[in-house]
């Protein structure tokens, strides 16, 4: 780190590899241009929120609430590596059928990895905000991820030069959430492993060697007396095939459990407005019933919602987390659609959920050798995941 009264300087190493909208270009990994904006919004809601004297202080562009500072990032030597069709969480590289394959050749995204050290520099000529940048940068980078999936854990960065090379969590009083990690030999398997088997759950229907597993916010659900969204959605505009379904698989507590209390519940991982269920030939549509102005005209506030769960990798540990972002839909109502038909669904998100919760009853209730089926015991999927949940721990 940097003597001088105005710089402060840091070494940083890339961990994971970044998805860059610059793929094709030399150099082209962490941007300044996507670091201030994040570090910005980080100090102001996390720092300066109880002090609007500071915060003022600190501007240097009210408009665009652009704190008092610049960025420099040395100059990497960056590799670019296409990105493999299956193994990662990235899904993103399909061809479009109306443009030619040198087309796409320039336009799909790829990894790019710096396999060497770099350093990135911090100017202000207020000593006050070059303190504040010294004390919680690394509490930001440790939260941050970069480029396209990086809440899967993709453009992560962090500091070479802490002794301890121990990422750190949030500060309490500033974000009351917990971290939990674990060791990982291919954090994108694991990822994506663990993060199926929480939202929504894994079907392989491979020939002589199956897996399938319900979601764990099934069982977090019906522990909480609440019905299952994707049964709530199959009695209103499938309940033929929900028939069949419930004398083939007999008994299925997923197909069977039924309550009064019906809420979205999936998508409290992250909202889409549009999902294909391509086994029944069918969009279903979610449209926010909640409505606000902008501009003279209303529009629907919520369509999109980002998963609150976050995946950070230093090293050969897979650090994960969920933001408080939930309680922006808790209690919101959508309408919900299948096809063109006159059948009609309204279901809101519960007015309260704790990912807290949820996870301690993941990771301390859930018992998984009688949540999956013993029939699949002998399955690499569930050995791996009996080794993630044997390997969590929680900081506090």
């Known amino acids: 780190m940097s003597n001088n009264k105005f710089k402060v300087e840091f070494t940083l190493k890339q961990h994971t590899p970044i998805i860059h909208f610059q793929s094709d270009q030399v150099g082209a990994t962490l941007r300044a241009t996507e670091l201030k904006p994040k570090f910005d919004r980080f100090l102001i809601n996390y720092v300066c929120k109880n002090d609007k004297k500071q915060y003022q202080e600190y501007l240097i562009d009210k408009d665009k609430n652009a704190l008092n500072y610049k960025v420099k990032i040395e100059q990497d030597i960056s590799k670019r590596e296409e990105i493999p069709e299956k193994g990662t969480l990235f899904f993103g590289n399909m061809k479009p059928k109306d443009i030619t394959v040198q087309e796409w050749e320039k336009k799909k995204k790829r990894f790019k990895t710096n396999n060497s050290l770099f350093k990135i520099e911090f100017l202000s000529f207020d000593v006050k905000m070059k303190e504040v940048i010294e004390k919680y940068f690394e ?151 909640k409505e606000e102005e902008k501009n003279g005209q209303k529009i629907v506030s919520i369509q999109r919602f980002k998963s609150p769960v976050i995946f950070k990798v230093v090293e050969n540990v897979v650090y994960f987390w969920a933001n408080n972002t939930v309680d922006e839909v808790l209690g919101e109502e959508f309408n919900i659609k299948a096809g063109k038909g006159n059948e009609s669904l309204n279901l809101s998100f519960p007015k309260e959920f704790s990912f807290n919760d949820f996870f301690d009853f993941a990771f301390k209730k859930l018992n998984l050798s009688t949540h999956i089926d013993s029939n699949f015991h002998d399955v690499n999927e569930y050995s791996t995941l009996v080794s993630i949940f044997e390997k969590i721990k929680v900081k506090k």
């Open 139 to 289: 509490a930001f980078l440790a939260n941050t991820n970069f480029g396209t999936r990086q809440s899967k854990g993709y453009g992560s960065f962090y500091l070479i030069d802490k002794k301890t090379k121990q990422i750190i969590p949030f500060n309490k009083e500033l974000i009351p959430y917990k971290v939990y990690s674990f060791k990982t030999n291919d954090w994108q398997y694991d990822i994506g492993l663990l993060y199926q088997f929480l939202r929504q759950g894994i079907n392989l229907p491979r020939s002589g060697n199956p897996f399938y597993t319900k979601p764990v916010i099934f069982a977090y659900a019906k522990s909480k007396n609440w019905q299952w969204d994707k049964k709530t959605i199959k009695q209103v505009y499938f309940n033929n095939q929900l028939e069949n379904q419930l004398e083939e698989h007999t008994p299925s507590d997923i197909l069977e459990y039924a309550s009064n209390q019906k809420y979205l519940l999936r998508d409290i991982f992250g909202l889409s407005s549009s999902q294909e269920w391509k086994s029944y030939d069918k969009t279903i549509e979610k449209m926010g019933l």
